[in-house]
């Protein structure tokens, strides 16, 4: 480097998913969350989670409550291809079937609002 160039630090583009940053989205309800997502989410959500989409929400609080601080939690495997990533879901790792073997996959907050199934191709 010349001696006139400054090295500038790297600015991250912070996430928002419609215009709510990730840590709002956390606190939110699930019927603030459902006026946010597109229509055929909003109508599965006003629907309900049946038991096994509960089901495996609680096994990803689970994983992440006995994980260690500062590592990445255990993954939980599923089939469910047809479950729309939730904020409470970000940071996790599922194992997603994908008729043959279980991909896995880190959840992302880019990955909001969209299918599991769609990642594990």
Do not use: W
């Amino acid at each position: 480097m010349a001696d006139g160039e400054v090295k500038r630090k790297r600015t991250f583009k912070k996430f928002t998913y419609r215009g709510i940053d990730l840590d709002k989205l956390l606190d939110m309800t699930s019927a603030e969350l459902t006026q946010l997502v597109h229509c055929r989410a909003r109508r599965r959500f006003t629907r309900g989670l049946k038991r096994k989409p509960m089901a495996l929400i609680k096994k990803l609080r689970k994983a992440k409550r006995n994980c260690p601080e500062g590592e990445k939690p255990e993954a939980v495997r599923t089939h469910l291809r047809n479950m729309i990533v939730t904020p409470e879901m970000v940071g996790s790792i599922v194992g997603i079937y994908n008729g043959k073997t279980f991909n896995q996959v880190e959840i992302k907050a880019e990955m909001i609002g969209h299918y599991l199934g769609e990642f594990s191709i």
